[in-house]
């Protein structure tokens, strides 16, 4: 199994798990809250069919990296990334992100910068800043992730079941887009995780984002589902457009929180036309809804 060392705690170095296949322009995907490199596979397969070089890696505290009771921020996780890129050596990468991957790929590129980045996804966003504030009205109350980290410290398994039925929308979706083995295999998934990390990721989930996308001048694509229950559209991915230099988006309608795979088909599209055309900018919705506007913002941190 490969791995790259990309830290230190005590007498362990702290590893990331990362798998490597294909050729041809590389794209590195990185996973979201409670999942690991294997939660891509749908665009993974797209990506290499398409020939790609497609890298995957799990990050600390989740799949098969290290477990480190340290560096659950964006940060340290932003370093790890930049490693892994480093390590390999890759240039001209598309970065893509779901769900908390979005916070990676924000803060690399604002910290490390885009000299080997190309354009970058951003698949069911985090961005800009999840918090209501005075000066982020969008953003949701605080109260949400506090009952959120409250429910992971009393029962992690229970709050982890919570967290994937509202991800797949399963009350409308199950037996449809998402199958009950599906669903299971990301329960188990999640509740492999360290139980730190789970509750540590939480908090780096609230940090604020808008200055690292004012950094950001490679193309962006944003994808997001109209019916995302976790990170609302309205309290993320439409605020985007205004802070970025060149974006484009797609709104998919009917889509939960987990879109990847749910709606395999409709993000792999959009992705492989942005990675083929990354300078065009401009919106376009999958479906016939228009954007949603007044929805209640009652997310949770992914």
Sequence with gaps: MPFVTVGQENSAAVRIYYEDHGSGSP???????????????????AL????????????RGFGASSRPSIGYDFDTLAT?????????????????GFAMGTGEVARYLSAHGSGRVRAAALVA????????????????????FDGLTARIAADRPAAMKDFMDRSYNIDLLGGTRVSDQAWQNS????????????????TACQEDFRGDLATISV??????????????YEATSRRLPALLKNARSTLIAGGPHAIIWT????????????????????????????????????????
């Design 80 to 96: 790890d990334l930049h490693v892994l890129l480093s390590r390999l050596d890759l240039r001209e990468v598309v970065l893509a």
């Design 48 to 59: 290499l069919a398409a020939g790609h070089r497609v890298i995957t890696y799990d990050r």
């Design 263 to 302: 709606h395999a088909d409709e993000v792999n599209q959009a992705l492989l036309d942005f990675i083929g055309h990354p300078g065009q900018v401009g919106r376009r919705h999958s479906g016939p809804e228009n954007p949603p506007q007044n929805r209640s913002q009652n997310g949770q941190a992914s």
């Design 125 to 144: 966003p985090l961005l800009p800043f999840l918090l209501k504030t005075d000066d982020s009205p969008d953003g949701i109350d605080r109260s949400v």
């Design 27 to 45: 794209v590195v995907l990185v996973h979201g809250y409670a999942l690991n490199g294997h939660s891509w596979e749908k665009q993974e397969a």
């Design 187 to 202: 329960f188990y998934v999640a509740i492999s995780a360290s139980a730190h990390a789970a509750l540590r990721c939480i």
């Design 219 to 232: 193309p962006v694509l944003v994808i997001h589902g109209d019916e995302d229950r976790v990170l609302p």
